[in-house]
């Protein structure tokens, strides 16, 4: 079975501060998609990335930045110098190549970052 | 490029009515799916369609139906309301040229909170 844990349910850090967010799966299959999306409280999530089961080279977006190991089941999410704009919900999800869309998302973790 | 709209964005209903909840995905894009989020069962997959056919389905209780249109925009029914249907019901289409396929990005819609009575 397919699971997506995210243990960390809320995070709170002040502004500047660097934070990781976890996220660890489970899945049987080879081929896969993960990633990563956020919820502000406006309720839209909002897509940050997706990574391919073959693809684990981590990556950098601006203040972002994602660790993708296979070895630990694990792709974890970093903020660097945290910014109060970045407060939402954190979701992560897992996805096989043939399921027509059907995510597996963790609970998510909810980032709280104060001024 | 207007996004992903939903209407209504909040509803109030009662136990044992019916409810339609309507998205218009981005222009030129094909599929579109549905998602329920409550905070005891978080984000669950309802269900996804593709060209006015439904291609995948979630484990929801067939008192929830869709479908699809022409134009690609979407609507979900929920016949019989129980409480505990109360939920955001969110809304994401995504391109797809070429078939089902994750390189194509979802985006979301900013949902409908459905609160029944």
């Known amino acids: 079975a397919q699971k997506v844990t995210q243990a960390q349910t809320e995070i709170s850090v002040v502004e500047k501060e660097d934070v990781t967010l976890d996220c660890v799966y489970e899945?049987?299959?080879?081929?896969?998609?993960l990633f990563w999306y956020k919820q502000p409280p406006s309720g839209e999530l909002v897509f940050l990335i997706r990574?391919?089961?073959?693809d684990e080279q981590n990556e950098i977006s601006g203040r972002y930045s994602w660790n993708f190991q296979k070895s630990t089941s694990s792709f974890n999410f970093t903020i660097t110098a945290s910014q109060v704009v970045d407060s939402a919900v954190y979701f992560c999800?897992?996805?096989?190549?043939?399921?027509?869309?059907?995510?597996?998302w963790g609970a998510g973790t909810k980032l709280i970052i104060k001024p | 490029k207007a996004g992903v709209t939903q209407t209504p964005r909040y509803l109030i209903k009662t136990r044992g009515q019916q409810v339609t909840l309507s998205c218009s995905p981005i222009?030129?894009?094909?599929?579109v799916s549905w998602y329920q989020q409550t905070p005891g069962q978080g984000l669950q997959f309802l269900f996804e369609?593709?060209?006015?056919?439904?291609?995948n389905k979630g484990n929801f209780p067939g008192r929830f139906s869709g479908r699809q249109f022409s134009n690609s925009r979407s609507e979900m029914n929920v016949s019989t309301l129980e409480l505990g249907d109360s939920a955001l019901y969110l809304c994401?289409?995504?391109?797809?040229?070429?078939?089902?396929?994750?390189?194509?990005?979802?985006?979301f819609g900013p949902g409908t909170r459905l609160t029944v009575l």
């Open positions: 999800a897992l996805a096989k190549v043939d399921s027509n869309y059907q995510l597996i």
């Open positions: 369609y593709f060209s006015e056919t439904q291609r």
């Open positions: 899945t049987r299959d080879t081929t896969y998609y």
């Open positions: 994401a289409s995504s391109l797809e040229t070429s078939g089902p396929s994750f390189t194509d990005t979802q985006y």
């Open positions: 990574r391919n089961s073959f």
């Open positions: 222009s030129g894009h094909r599929s």
